[in-house]
């Protein structure tokens, strides 16, 4: 089955720091890949669209320069928080959908970001 | 923007009843539903999806049935178990993006 893998499963970072989330299909080849992020006892809210070889699509309000999104290859993308902040505590989780399967969705098992 | 969204935030089921989770959504071009399941620190899990040419689709102990008159779909678990606490999503896609709307959430305890 496709098994998507996602590291670091917990971080805790400084103030100030980056810091980098991979995403990545194991078993296939993703085309597009998702970025969630998920405060407590919260859903998963988009925050962009990562698509191979291209720039990745925000969306509204998530601001790019702070979270970029690399997706070179079809199997990874990667999303770096930078310069994170305390708010930027959160449970990040990526998805990846099979190529040619538009709703194949396979989710990573996230991400536990702390910024203290 | 669409709108998915849960009945109730909490549900708790007897071991061995059945459970039912609803979910309403707002855009009527939505054309795929989808129910995630999601544990404690983990990603979700895919549990079964309807697409909206269709008004009821079974899979194993899941039933997800689907009413686009009141934009309505829900989640039937038989013969729920103690290892289906967990938080429940209903997420729906609309015709011409691969982007999914995630809805707030169910989260349901069995009762032993």
């Known amino acids: 089955g496709a098994v998507v893998s996602q590291h670091p499963s917990r971080v805790i970072c400084k103030s100030g720091t980056s810091v980098k989330i991979e995403c990545r299909s194991l078993?296939?080849?993703?085309?597009?890949m998702f970025w969630y992020r998920q405060f407590p006892k919260q859903s998963l809210m988009l925050m962009a669209t990562?698509?191979?070889?291209?720039?990745?699509?925000?969306e509204q309000g998530v601001e790019k320069d702070k979270f970029l999104i690399n997706h070179a290859s079809l199997t990874l993308s990667t999303l770096t928080v930078t310069s994170a902040h305390p708010e930027d505590s959160s449970f990040y989780i990526c998805?990846?959908?099979?190529?040619?399967?538009?709703?194949?969705?396979?989710f990573g098992s996230g991400t536990r970001l702390t910024v203290v | 923007g669409e709108s998915v969204g849960l009945h109730l935030p909490t549900l708790s089921v007897q071991e061995g009843d059945n459970s039912i989770i609803n979910c309403a959504y707002s855009?009527?071009?939505?054309?795929?539903f989808i129910w995630y399941k999601q544990e404690s620190g983990k990603g979700p899990q895919f549990i079964i999806d309807i697409r909206s040419n269709m008004d009821k689709r079974q899979g194993q102990r899941v039933t997800v049935l689907l009413n686009k008159t009141v934009k309505h779909l829900s989640l039937q678990i038989a013969a729920t178990q103690p290892g289906d606490s967990a938080v429940y999503f209903c997420a729906s896609g609309g015709a011409n993006d691969y982007k999914l709307s995630f809805g707030a959430g169910t989260t349901v305890t069995v009762r032993a």
């Open positions: 998805s990846a959908s099979r190529q040619g399967i538009g709703y194949g969705y396979t």
């Open positions: 990562s698509n191979e070889g291209s720039k990745a699509t925000y």
């Open positions: 855009n009527s071009a939505s054309d795929y």
């Open positions: 078993d296939f080849q993703a085309t597009t």
